[in-house]
């Protein structure tokens, strides 16, 4: 057992004395890239090649053979409910511990987002998935949290057998694998973000994959106004749409960054299995695992503090390892359901009179509120768990500091 004067927030050395490698994301492949898309003297995607060639990239890595490329992870999230034809009044269910990328494009179609409950492994959970089906449910967002795969194999099947839409929110999950398969490969679309938090970056942009020709053009009417471009004139206009269009700019980012994207993934996935082997004996914690079949691209990470057997608050735990050089906070900042969006059950995006309270209040008289009651695992791990960055770039010294100052800190406090 440490000693706790040996801690550095104590007075103790610190454990993490360097500054975390970072790495340099842009380079000549980018810059190349960005050269030939000045010089095709258009930057739209309709004229240009990039934003093509970056579709191309993405059938070939996802084995998918329809892409639409577009402006952000929220835009593809919303464009593959658009795919799973969702509308006024179809509820929507998803885990709330996500972006609120994962929830606007539910709302902006007047369609109820439904919370279900992640589990252990902060991913949606199949059973709260199933508890929570109606009859008006429409499509389910699967969340694959943090570079680590959701059951989607599971969730698909649940799904389909009922004629639910599947979207999978893969914003923080390139690269990752169920089985040998890549999540956004399983439901009815696959939804992608190059924000530039991403493991991938195009500074801002997404992608939407899918199976199915109908819903591809569908999708791609939505992403561009319904202009429909490239297939049937006549159609133009026919419904309505968005500008979510991918600029040849991004397009051009997004075709050296796809290039590159098994490397990249594979550095976090080597970084993050470092961290799992190195925790695996922690005393008075466990880290959070992929699940089995599982193949992870760690985003970031969890650990699960085992509170009976430590003598501090999560704070004094986060301050220590923080004090040894650990990045590390305690989990709390993903929670949908603590949104005053949604603690109000109001619509308020422009105007402050007349309050909007569609959709949570429906026209035929349904109600929906929000409370932690059907999601007690993520309130559970809002509460207690700590959360440590993860990433690509880190050397094995960055890791095997860090390791040893998360063990020196929770041997420190062991009850
Ligand atoms: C899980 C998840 N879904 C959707 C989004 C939205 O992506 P974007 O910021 O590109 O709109 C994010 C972004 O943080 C995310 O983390």
């Known amino acids: ?36 898309a000045l010089e095709q003297n258009t930057l739209f995607y309709g004229f ?46 998803l885990t709330p511990n996500t972006d609120s990328g994962s929830v606007i494009g539910i709302i902006a179609e007047g369609a109820v987002p439904v919370f279900c409950d992640c589990n252990e492994n902060m991913q949606p959970d199949v059973a709260s998935i199933a508890a929570r089906i109606t009859p008006r449910t ?25 004629g639910i839409g599947v979207v999978e929110d893969c ?12 999540v956004g490969t399983w439901g009815t679309a696959g ?20 199976e199915d020709e109908t819903l591809y053009r569908r999708v791609f009417n939505y992403a ?66 992929p699940l089995s079949g599982g193949y992870a691209t760690y985003w970031w990470s969890l650990l699960h503090p085992d509170w009976s057997q430590l003598r501090c608050t999560r704070e004094e735990l986060v301050a220590a390892l923080q004090a040894e050089g650990v990045s590390c906070a305690s989990y709390g900042g993903y929670d949908l359901i603590q949104s005053p969006l949604f603690q109000q059950g109001v619509v308020r995006p422009w105007l402050e009179a007349p309050r909007c309270r569609y959709p949570f209040v429906q026209p035929d008289g349904r109600t929906y509120t929000y409370d932690y009651t059907p999601t007690p695992t993520h309130k559970r791990l809002l509460e207690t768990a700590i959360r440590f960055s993860v990433n690509g770039a880190y050397t094995n010294q960055d890791v095997d500091e860090t390791t040893a100052a998360i063990h020196k800190v929770f041997n420190a406090y062991l009850a």
Request: overall charge neutral; proline content about 2%.
């Open 138 to 162: 429409r499509a389910v967002v699967v969340v694959h949290l943090a570079g680590y795969p959701a059951q989607i194999d599971e969730i698909n099947a649940l799904c389909t057998a009922k």
């Open 48 to 93: 240009g090649n990039k934003v093509k060639q970056a579709c191309e990239l993405m059938q070939q890595y996802t084995g998918r053979p329809y892409v639409v490329a577009c402006s952000s992870g929220t835009a593809a999230v919303h464009l593959s409910l658009i795919a799973c034809g969702i509308g006024p009044g179809d509820e929507v269910i």
């Open 191 to 210: 939804a992608y973000s190059t924000n530039d938090f991403k493991h991938l970056s195009t500074g801002d942009g997404g992608f939407v994959t899918l």
């Open 224 to 289: 561009d106004k319904h202009y429909d471009r490239f297939f049937d004139l006549s159609q133009r206009q026919a419904h309505h749409g968005m500008n979510y269009r991918m600029s040849e700019l991004q397009g051009a980012v997004a075709v050296a960054q796809l290039n590159k994207a098994e490397a990249i993934t594979g550095s976090f996935h080597a970084v993050g299995r470092r961290f799992e082997d190195q925790l695996q004996n922690l005393k008075g914690a466990s880290i959070v695992m």
């Open 1 to 36: 057992m440490s000693n706790m004067s040996e801690l550095a927030i104590n007075g103790g050395p610190k454990t993490k004395t360097t500054p975390y490698a970072t790495t340099q994301r842009f380079g000549a492949e980018e810059l190349e890239q960005l050269r030939e």
């Open 171 to 182: 914003a923080q999950s390139w690269g990752t694998r169920l089985n040998d398969r890549l």
